[in-house]
């Protein structure tokens, strides 16, 4: 909840201004900005490679749902990825594991390519605790629909404890988790398992991007902070771009 109309233009530019610096751009580049700002930012990335996402989605089809945002209006929109289970929406909003399934299935069923985001507390991971937590909230998600349809959706590991900290969680760290959500998947697909995109999200950063995409199970970034400003986050794309050629 970030900025005003000038702000994400001037942002846009800047990440659009960085990523024509490259050499390339072979990985997948998206943004997810405000509902409110939506339209203004498909319209200004019309023909380019960057594709938008929305932040949220409600879990219910339609309704009297007063400030709900539902799948299906996203999709009418023009919008193509959505975000469910951020850390922020369970902690803030009190989103439990079962509204986060239901708002998967609702982006999977209007033709949006969902991203479910799991991670653990601070406490949870002082607890040794962590793989019990991530594994369960992907479960959730796992036990409701079909697993293949994880060749198009995308997973991410956000540990809460990294999140707008400063922290985070160590390549080594992230890898472990990674790889067990991974195992988790194997457990209803193997196939799926394999090719299935595990994001990684936790103060990622220019300085921390290409240790972590160096990881076998580290499939990309879910970036916060750094992507409010156009160079980090184009950096950071950089970083994704040259792990896909070592």
Not at 4 to 23: F, V
Not at 31 to 53: A, D, H, I, R, W
Not at 84 to 104: M, N, Q, W
Request: with cysteine; proline share 4%; hydrophobic share 40%.
């Amino acid at each position: 909840m970030h900025g005003n109309a000038a702000d994400i233009e001037n942002l846009l530019d800047a990440i659009l201004e960085g990523l024509t610096d490259l050499p390339s751009v072979q990985s997948d580049v998206l943004v997810f900005p405000p509902y409110v700002y939506l339209p203004q930012v498909m319209e200004t990335l019309q023909g380019t490679t960057v594709k938008v996402g929305a932040q949220d989605v409600d879990h219910r089809e339609n309704g009297a749902v007063t400030g709900g945002v539902s799948a299906s209006m996203l999709q009418d929109l023009g919008c193509r990825y959505v975000i469910v289970g951020h850390s922020e929406r369970r902690s803030l909003f009190g989103e439990t594991d079962p509204i986060v399934a239901a708002k998967f299935r609702q982006s999977l069923a209007a033709g949006l390519t969902p991203i479910v985001c799991v991670g653990e507390s601070l406490d949870q991971r002082n607890a040794g605790s962590t793989l019990e937590v991530v594994n369960e909230q992907l479960r959730a998600v796992l036990d409701t629909v079909d697993p293949g349809v994880f060749r198009q959706a995308m997973v991410a590991y956000e540990p809460v404890w990294a999140i707008g900290t400063g922290e985070s969680a160590s390549p080594a760290q992230a890898e472990a988790v990674h790889l067990a959500l991974r195992n988790c998947i194997r457990e209803f697909d193997a196939e799926v398992s394999a090719s299935v995109r595990i994001l990684y999200g936790g103060s990622v950063s220019p300085e921390n991007a290409s240790a972590l995409f160096a990881e076998e199970n580290i499939d990309g970034a879910l970036v916060g902070g750094a992507s409010l400003e156009g160079s980090s986050f184009t950096r950071i794309c950089e970083a994704a771009d040259k792990s896909l050629d070592s």
